[in-house]
């Protein structure tokens, strides 16, 4: 065996000595009592890890002046260890000693690092296969664009779907906001129902009224301080008996006008509304974007055209007009906007 295989052999001896030593062995806990080494554990696991960095397998690259060096330090550290293994408490001085024994052996940490570091730093680069670092560089930036693509399709797919359910759910939405609306021709309804039920008892009230007071006339000029005396009295007293008459004929009249007008409103308001609640049923039977136009066209005539109230007669021109020009909306706006797009 050759010098320098031998300086080979210790220098990786000592060297794996020193990265296989246990820092807790210090302690000693159970032969020394107080006086453990506790505190000298913190700075031999810094000194240790320190051999560590330096791979056994990379001494053989290393010159017999490198060889040396290495042997030499983890023999030094080791021996320190030995010498903490081997302390005696009965040798007097104990706290002196101890702290000089913790002292030297933090203050080894310094001298060893700046031995030991040149060597580290060529183990490190000595042990990176730059190459495959490179090809495994490679292929990490190959893998993160084939998976950025595949997460770029992915979201344009989920992009694409979204859209599609963004379309469906506007169009519902629309839908179901007509229908909605129907909640307001359901209100009016609902008060000119009640509206027309006062008017209904109103006008049964002014009828017996009437009836009354026309049963009571038969009988008036048999009342004795009520009986015409001359024919100045007979006309003032038959005018008294018609003016009443008419007034509570025109009250009756009334009644009857408001309770009608009322009951109408109802049923024009109710009949908007049943529009309105059925327009989805339809548009979806429609099926096509034509169809669902003709469908919304006669709900916006059923909502829009003017109706007769009851209290003021409208002539049917308006109203069919309203209509007509309701349905003449989509048609008219196609060319305007064929137009546009020309210019």
């Given at each position: ?15 794996t ?30 000194i ?10 990379t ?15 983890a ?197 908007r ?9 339809l ?6 974007q ?54």
């Open positions: 065996m050759t010098d320098q295989q031998t300086l080979l052999d210790d220098a990786t001896e000592s060297l000595r020193v990265q296989s030593f246990d820092p807790e062995e210090l302690v000693q806990t159970s032969k020394l009592g107080a006086s453990s080494f506790k505190l000298a554990v913190e700075p031999a696991r810094k240790i890890t320190l051999f560590k960095q330096l791979p056994a397998t001494l053989e690259y290393f010159s017999d002046t490198e060889l040396t060096a290495v042997k030499n330090q023999n030094s550290v080791h021996q320190l260890f030995e010498q903490i293994l081997a302390f005696d408490v009965n040798d007097g001085d104990v706290i002196n000693r101890q702290n000089a024994l913790v002292q030297k052996l933090s203050a080894a940490y310094q001298g060893n690092f700046t031995q030991l570091y040149p060597l580290i730093s060529y183990s490190m680069a000595k042990s990176v296969d730059f190459n495959q670092l490179e090809e495994q560089g490679r292929a990490s930036v190959q893998s993160i664009q084939d998976q950025t693509s595949k997460i770029m399709a992915e979201i344009e797919s989920q992009r694409e779907e979204a859209q599609v359910i963004l379309e469906d759910v506007r169009k519902t939405a629309a839908e179901q906001g007509v229908s909605q609306q129907a909640v307001y021709f359901k209100e009016e309804a609902d008060a000119h129902g009640s509206d027309a039920e006062k008017w209904r008892t109103y006008t049964v009230r002014m009828s017996v009224a009437v009836g009354i007071y026309g049963a009571s006339t038969l009988f008036l000029h048999r009342i004795p301080f009520l009986v015409p005396q001359n024919t100045y009295e007979t006309i003032q007293f038959t005018v008294g008996k018609v003016l009443i008459f008419f007034v509570l004929a025109y009250m009756l009249s009334l009644c009857a006008k408001n309770f009608l007008s009322n009951r109408h409103n109802e049923i024009v308001n109710r009949h509304q049943n529009a309105l609640m059925t327009y989805k049923a548009v979806d039977a429609g099926g096509s034509e169809a669902r136009d003709i469908i919304l066209n006669h709900a916006a005539s059923s909502v829009y055209r003017l109706h007769e109230t009851g209290y003021a007669k409208s002539s049917e021109s308006n109203g069919s007009s309203s209509s007509s020009i309701v349905e003449m909306m989509p048609r008219t706006s196609m060319p305007i906007n064929a137009n546009t797009a020309g210019s």
